[in-house]
């Protein structure tokens, strides 16, 4: 695998933890500097000491909330004078239960930041890509992107928006020499399920390792691809919702499924 092609460094939003730092530690063993961003500066800073020490790469931090004002336009100056060349837009949250019940000033952050957070930084990077006549892109979608889930309404909503735009992207952007990967994982060992007040063990689902989807996230961005869901069983599901089952019949059984394994509170 040779992702360094890209360019000297790479930019990975949402690098304190999760498949973001799983993505950090990746491509500094493919040889990049990096240019990691999160809101926790102390996360950032041990894992940024961490692959200095052991990779003797260079790390740039920026500590940013992406959904504060002009959080995109500070990061666009932040990076102007560095030969970035692979992306990942992964910084992320998540919000479930049922929708009314739900704050909506948490709805709106993240919808800011699952998709309208993603759009302008592809907007600036695609940009400065364009110009020198390559680059990468890698959107974090999700295996909810491809259906209706109730009870993540809003959430994998906001992952079907990032499917579609990265997917649509990938193909306007290959003449141009960019590729655009479209990462869709299912449930992931990250701070994220552990926020989910439901009983995993009531769904027909297995948890994949962060390093693993990470992966495959860069075989396939290696090969190309626009699209990729690590996991087998995470493929089928989302085989059997695109092409098997009427999107009605696919949103109600998993609107049955996550009733039952929910915290009823929140339903
Ligand atoms: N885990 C799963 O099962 C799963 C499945 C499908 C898709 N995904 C997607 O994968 C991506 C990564 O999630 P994860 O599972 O690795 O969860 P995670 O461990 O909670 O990571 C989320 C990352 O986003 C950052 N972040 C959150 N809010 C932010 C904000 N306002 N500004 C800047 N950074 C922010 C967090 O850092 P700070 O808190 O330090 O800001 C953290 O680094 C997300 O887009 C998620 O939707 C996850």
Not at 56 to 70: E, M, R
Not at 102 to 123: D, F, G, H, R
Not at 189 to 207: N, V
Request: proline share 4%; charged share 20%.
């Amino acid at each position: 695998m040779s992702v360094k092609k890209y360019g000297e460094y790479a930019l990975v939003t949402g690098a304190s933890s999760g498949i973001g730092k799983e993505f950090a530690i990746a491509l500094a063993k493919e040889g990049f500097n990096l240019v990691l961003i999160a809101r926790r500066k102390r996360e950032l800073d041990n894992l940024a000491q961490e692959l200095q020490e052991e990779m003797g790469i260079k790390v740039l931090l920026y500590s940013i909330d992406l959904t504060s004002p002009n959080a995109i336009e500070k990061l666009d100056t932040f990076t102007q004078a560095l030969n970035i060349g692979l992306v990942v837009l992964n910084a992320g949250m998540q919000t479930h239960g049922s929708f009314v019940k739900t704050s909506l000033e948490e709805q709106e952050k993240m919808l800011n930041l699952n998709a309208m957070v993603p759009m302008k930084m592809a907007y600036i990077f695609a940009n400065r890509f364009v110009e020198k006549g390559s680059g990468a892109l890698v959107f974090l979608a999700s295996t909810f992107a491809y259906q209706a889930v109730p009870f993540f309404s809003n959430y994998a909503a906001s992952k079907s928006y990032i499917l579609n735009f990265a997917e649509a992207l990938h193909v306007e952007l290959a003449p141009k020499g960019i590729d655009v990967l479209a990462l869709s994982p299912g449930l992931t060992k990250t701070e994220m399920p552990e926020k989910i007040a439901m009983d995993f063990s009531k769904m027909p689902i297995s948890i994949m390792e962060a390093d693993t989807v990470v992966k495959k996230a860069l075989h396939a961005l290696d090969e190309q691809k626009s699209s990729v869901t690590p996991g087998g069983r995470n493929k089928m599901m989302a085989f059997m919702a695109q092409r098997m089952m009427p999107r009605s019949a696919i949103a109600s059984m998993f609107g049955n499924m996550n009733a039952k394994a929910m915290n009823p509170n929140i339903l």
